[in-house]
């Protein structure tokens, strides 16, 4: 696979690559920022649901993550297409999770309660399939990369996963309330001790 280490050409290839990720970034967070001024335009329209607000918020700060994640790719000294077609396909799951977080209408369910449980299958799914491709990339990344971020990272993601899967086969409310709590708080965290940027 073709690959480049000269400087000039790694920035240029890069601010393509950016480009596309923002975009598909930028619709994300406008979508979601869409649908929750509907909800507070128009409370009364449907019952909101805590649990699904949190996953919302969740989906947020996680794209706003990833934006800023993705800075530290133009250190990289060769870039190559897996590469570029691993990242793309992360930034379209997280595109899709936010679309089925908010769908377009919820006419067709009781309430935003009735709809996050009626699809919790396709969320929780594409989530756990979003950090297992998570680690797919880190790993493309070389192993030096990887083990930089220490044993954390790959129990993390397997907490996710394991979690989103528990989360497809059960309605338990007390469960999905925990979860996404949890989830928020946690990414929160790892967000505040891994970057220079948020340390008092």
């Known amino acids: 696979m073709q690959t480049t280490s000269d400087p000039n050409s790694l920035a240029t290839l890069y601010i393509h690559v950016r480009i596309l990720l923002g975009m598909i970034v930028g619709l994300g967070l406008t979508h979601l920022l869409r649908h929750l001024a509907r909800i507070v335009e128009r409370p009364k329209a449907r019952r909101v649901y805590w649990v699904h607000l949190v996953w919302a918020m969740f989906m947020f700060v ?38 089925l977080v908010f769908p377009e209408s919820v006419d067709d369910y009781q309430d935003y309660r009735d709809y996050f449980y009626s699809r919790r299958h396709w969320f929780f799914g594409l989530l756990a399939v979003m950090f297992a491709v998570d680690v797919v990339d880190t790993a493309i990344k070389g192993a030096d990369y990887f083990h930089h971020l220490g044993p954390e ?25 925990t979860l996404a709590v949890a989830a928020l708080l946690y990414e929160l965290s790892w967000i505040l001790r891994r970057y220079e940027a948020f340390q008092l």
């Open 62 to 99: 996680y794209l706003l993550h990833f934006w800023w994640w993705e800075f530290s790719l133009s250190h990289r000294t060769q870039w190559n297409f897996n590469l570029y077609l691993f990242v793309t396909v992360y930034a379209l799951l997280l595109y899709l999770l936010c679309a």
């Open 153 to 177: 990272y790959l129990f993390r993601n397997t907490g996710y996963i394991v979690a989103s899967l528990v989360a497809m086969k059960t309605r338990n409310r007390h469960y999905h309330g």
